[in-house]
């Protein structure tokens, strides 16, 4: 059964870099797209996009200014980029894997939350 | 872009009630559509995906329905393990895939 560990630093001051690293175990990154999604406390669930073995992104508008997904086949593992974050980044986030022929996302990690606070 | 409206946000039962949760997109989505479980400090469960499919492993009590722009997710009847809310999700239009506002399920 395919896993999903997630991992990256949970606190930030503003202005800075958010990353975080989905690696992917007893399965291939391959042939998926995968996505990132996350979820600000007490809130609901924002799609922030989604990348595939090749490297083809494709991103939320309202974070395509400042969203980066970079996908590393070697180590099986996709990353995200958030650049200069402010308290309203401030969510759980989540790596999860994506069926196009399901139209959803089947296996999710298990949340990295993130916070951003001077 | 799509929206996606949820109904109702709140919803108050009882072990054994029959529920249902609505959901509404902006345009047509076809069967584009997914209903996910989320309980409190856990990742979503994919529920049911396109409208009325269940994923491998679900609780045959949970039943989706719909096509076009009106979904229903259906709990034939509330067992304790399904306090939690609830989001449905489109998977029609890109760039951004909505999700719904969620409803959350809670005990009477």
């Known amino acids: 059964q395919v896993q999903l560990q997630q991992w990256g630093a949970g606190l930030l001051k503003p202005s800075e870099t958010l990353s975080l690293t989905c690696g992917v175990y007893?399965?291939?990154?391959?042939?998926?797209?995968w996505t990132w999604i996350r979820q600000p406390p007490g809130k609901g669930l924002e799609w922030i996009g989604e990348?595939?073995?090749?490297?083809?992104?494709i991103y939320s508008p309202s974070l395509k200014s400042r969203v980066t997904m970079s996908v590393d086949t070697s180590k099986n593992q996709f990353s995200l980029k958030l650049s200069s974050v402010t308290a309203a980044d401030t969510a759980v986030y989540y790596c999860?894997?994506?069926?196009?022929?399901?139209?959803?996302?089947?296996?999710w990690g298990q949340g990295t939350l993130v916070t951003v606070s001077s | 872009d799509i929206q996606m409206t949820q109904s109702p946000s709140t919803l108050s039962a009882s072990v054994g009630d029959r529920v249902t949760i609505s959901c509404r997109a902006s345009?047509?989505?076809?069967?584009?559509l997914a209903w996910y479980q989320q309980k409190p400090g856990k990742a979503p469960k994919l529920l049911i995906y396109k409208a009325s499919s269940s994923e491998n492993g679900g609780p045959s009590r949970f039943s989706g329905s719909g096509s076009g722009t009106e979904f229903t997710l259906t709990i034939s009847s509330l067992q304790p393990d399904d306090f939690a809310t609830y989001y449905c999700q489109q998977y029609k239009s890109y760039p951004a895939l909505i999700f719904g506002g969620g409803t959350k399920v809670e005990i009477k």
């Open positions: 990348i595939n073995h090749s490297g083809i992104t």
């Open positions: 007893s399965g291939s990154i391959s042939s998926y797209y």
């Open positions: 999860a894997r994506v069926r196009w022929e399901l139209g959803a996302f089947d296996i």
């Open positions: 345009q047509n989505i076809s069967n584009w």
